[in-house]
């Protein structure tokens, strides 16, 4: 359904394309939003939203194509262009300097502290104290502040990148509020979520990125949410990487066990038995506790509630090298957090060999042979090899896998480790996380992108809202029954 003739856009892009290396985010964006409307922009995880909202923003350059506000072609080389322009962004990671005060986070970007302190009255957040220390306040709270923030440039269009995904119901209401009332005033907003309930109550129109692609712009009215579901889905395409699940040996004895854990509001009462020799999927959508999840698992933060047992015993870990000191080990989302950037390949790899991670001693001969053993398996690409931190992100990624590979840990808590990675990579490291199951490890995996589960894990768990709301075996397991189970859409709803 495209804008009713004669009205003119007050957005348009056409073909707008990026890349970053040889990952590419956006092929052919098409996306028309008129004035006046609430506008969702949906699509999986990796589809393109956040990097389309960044062009849009002035953050990144397109490689490619033309956008226009109201019927003139822009260049948004900065944020500040983009404000000019007219557009203002929530973006999905919080854009505020945690070591200042609100007030001083307000005063660096020139925004009215009167304005917002109007918009965040309406939001029920009038106790916020402007003195206060960005890092000490409360998600939510900030999230709203991003808002109220955004509200006071007094853009023609306000983007907002999962704003909710990090909101309890309650002061959700709130942002909602405020985007009909933006409306009302005949701006427009562009509304990113996983929620379909939210699009189906609050959207006029919905644009559908599939792989860096616009592949539907409907009303949700007119198809409802399956109508939503399948046009971010369209043919579930089973290309590179492979099939990589091998003959298994059967799975062993129980490794790794969440006994009804719960954080905060993130994880409520989260349980499952890892066994050796098995990879389990985790599939969510963005902001249903699985960052906490992990961070739990990985004893970086204790659980609230419940317990993790290792091989049966608790493992009250105060810190991860606790975890780590049991065999469960962090492959993280952020791999130059798990590198010594400045260290070599062989370095990086023999970590683990190295008393606790910080005392350093000489490697033993045979330690070396692993090490070099890893290198061949993983067929890293050394040439860059004295410094770890100017691999290619594929590169880096083996490097910290392959360096459980090298000193055998038994749990492995892999964190989206494809993720900006290439096809060709990605199926090797698939094709490693298989390896070691088979050598007996246990895998937990979340990934972001929905349709690889199925070609690498044994079982996928479903994560929405913090709970485990479903499980399925990955063999029959599909994009569309995962991305509806991910929505916290029961099968028979959709059918
Ligand atoms: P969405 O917001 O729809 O989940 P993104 O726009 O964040 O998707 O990502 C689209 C694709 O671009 C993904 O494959 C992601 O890994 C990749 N990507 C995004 N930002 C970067 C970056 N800064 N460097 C490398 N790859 C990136
Ligand atoms: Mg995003």
């Known amino acids: 359904m495209t804008i009713e003739p004669g009205v003119r856009p007050l957005l348009s892009t056409r073909a707008v394309a990026k890349s970053f290396g040889n990952v590419i985010a956006l092929r052919s964006v098409e996306l028309d939003v008129a004035p006046g409307e609430i506008h969702a922009l949906l699509g999986a995880n990796g589809a393109g939203k956040s990097t389309l909202v960044k062009i849009l923003s002035g953050v990144y350059q ?8 109201e019927g003139e072609s822009v260049r948004l080389s ?6 000019a322009a007219g557009l203002a ?11 200042l005060t609100v007030g001083q986070n307000l005063r660096l970007t020139g925004i009215d502290e009167g304005e917002v302190r109007v918009w965040l009255e309406r939001m029920d957040g009038a106790s916020l104290d402007f003195g206060a220390l960005i890092r000490e306040l409360p998600l939510p709270l900030l999230r709203l502040l991003d808002l109220a923030r955004a509200l006071a440039l007094e853009p023609s269009l306000l983007m907002l990148d999962e704003i909710t995904a990090a909101l309890p119901a309650d002061q959700a209401e709130h942002v909602f509020t405020v985007m009909e009332e ?14 379909l309930g939210e699009v189906m109550r609050m959207c006029d129109r ?10 539907a712009s409907v009303a949700p009215q007119e198809v409802g949410e399956s109508g939503l579901v399948e046009a971010m889905l369209g043919e579930v395409v089973h290309g590179e990487p492979g099939a990589v699940r091998t003959a298994r040996a059967g799975v062993g004895q129980v490794l790794l066990e969440a006994v009804d854990i719960g954080s905060g509001d993130k994880v409520n009462g989260v349980s499952f038995r890892l066994h050796a020799g098995e990879v389990l999927g985790l599939a969510a959508l963005e902001g249903q506790g699985q960052d906490r999840l992990f961070e739990v698992l990985a004893g970086d933060r204790r659980p609230d509630r419940g317990e993790i047992l290792v091989k049966g015993a608790s493992l009250r870990a105060r810190s991860p090298y606790d975890a780590v000191a049991r065999g469960v080990v962090l492959v993280p989302p952020d791999r130059l957090l798990a590198l010594l950037p400045q260290r070599s390949v062989r370095e990086n790899l023999g970590l683990p060999l190295y008393d606790r991670i910080r005392r350093w001693f000489s490697v033993a001969r045979d330690e070396k042979e692993k090490v070099a053993d890893a290198i061949d398996r993983l067929s890293i690409d050394t040439r860059a090899a004295r410094q770890a931190g100017r691999l290619s992100g594929g590169n880096q990624q083996k490097v910290v896998l392959g360096r459980w590979l090298t000193a055998g840990f038994q749990v492995l808590l892999c964190f989206d480790p494809t993720r900006g990675i290439d096809v060709r990579t990605k199926a090797q490291i698939y094709g490693l996380i298989r390896e070691l199951a088979a050598d007996g490890a246990a895998v937990l995996l979340y990934t972001s992108e929905l349709a690889e589960i199925p070609l690498v894990c044994d079982r996928v768990q479903v994560l929405y809202r913090g709970s485990i709301v479903d499980e399925q075996p990955a063999e029959s397991a599909t994009e569309e029954s995962l991305l509806t189970a991910a929505h916290g859409i029961r099968s028979e709803e959709v059918a």
């Open 62 to 69: 397109a490689d490619a194509g033309d956008v226009e506000v």
């Open 78 to 83: 900065t944020p500040a262009a983009a404000v």
């Open 89 to 99: 962004t929530v973006f999905q990671d919080p854009a505020l300097i945690p070591d």
């Open 182 to 195: 933006w409306r009302s005033r005949g701006n427009s907003v562009l509304f990113i979520t996983h929620r």
């Open 206 to 215: 919905a644009t559908v990125l599939r792989d860096g692609r616009t592949v």
